[in-house]
């Protein structure tokens, strides 16, 4: 009986330490959300209540599998919707988390400018839409969209390669022989003039030599799609490459008005 007692004194002096370490932590380093630095609770999983509700709003619903719009699933016919029923697009489908907007945008533009703290929510969002994009058994490499050398230099990350690291998978391995050959301008992620975009990034990327594309299944991994030219561009590299099927993988579409 007094050995019962003493580890039932045990537990509680240990939950008391741990209470008041936790009490001092939030005393000293309060939490905040990541994303608006607003005051939370620990429990509140790194973002506030009105960042939360947001993203909820930014995620979710129906869209096409071809181009990723939003589009309601009974406007989809044979597995396009009338955006891109008549446009070539050579990844076979894509997956997103949501679009680009409210607190998804604010996120994914400080995870380009060095809050790569970002990569657990952002990384959650990702696994969500790749286990849900229908093709999670069907992958043999993880294709992170490249950064040119000078731009990779200079933010010191691909920002897709991190968001492919925190993608598990029992199988699919990240390759990067997928290389961008040419500097592209950066265009505003709100101008979408698709012709313009598809001339930029025509002929900017290359395969390593020794890959091991042919005859694999490839998925492309983003931050954001606009028109789809940098992807369009990638899958056709892979594909002329010998790979077999190109899917895509996004955290978000923008330009909803436009494709």
């Known amino acids: 009986m007094d050995t019962v007692k003493a580890r039932q004194f045990s537990k509680r002096i240990s939950r008391s330490v741990v ?24 429990t509140d999983n790194n973002l506030c209540k009105d960042c939360w509700q ?12 071809r181009c990723g719009r939003d589009v309601s699933r ?7 919707c009338p955006d891109c029923q008549s446009r070539q697009i050579h990844f076979d489908q894509i997956a997103r988390s ?25 990384g959650f969002l990702a696994k969500s839409a790749l286990q849900g994009g229908g093709f ?27 968001l492919a690291k925190k993608l598990k998978h029992p199988s ?31 002929g900017a990327f290359a395969i390593r030599r020794r890959h091991e594309f042919a005859g694999k299944k490839v998925c492309l991994v983003d931050d954001v799609k606009t028109t789809g030219a940098t992807l369009n561009e990638c899958a056709k590299t892979l594909k ?20």
């Open 172 to 202: 699919a391995k990240i390759s990067t022989d997928l290389v961008r050959i040419r500097y592209t301008k950066t265009q505003p992620g709100g101008v979408a003039d698709t012709a313009a975009r598809a001339k930029n990034v025509a």
């Open 136 to 162: 999670y058994d069907d992958i043999d490499f993880f294709v992170p969209v490249p950064l040119h050398w000078f731009r990779r230099l200079v933010r010191g990350y691909n920002q897709a390669l991190v």
């Open 54 to 65: 947001e993203l909820l709003g930014c995620t979710g619903g129906d869209y096409c599998r």
């Open 240 to 259: 002329e490459a010998g790979a077999l099927r190109v899917f895509a993988l996004v955290l978000a579409v923008a330009g909803q008005d436009v494709s």
């Open 98 to 122: 949501g679009i680009y907007d409210k607190s998804l945008r604010r996120m994914i533009l400080a995870f380009k400018n060095s809050r790569t703290e970002l990569d657990l929510t952002l």
């Open 74 to 80: 009974f406007a989809v016919f044979e597995g396009a």
């Open 19 to 42: 209470f008041f370490w936790q009490g001092l932590n939030h005393l000293f380093w309060p939490a905040v959300c990541i994303n608006c630095k607003q005051g939370i609770c620990e």
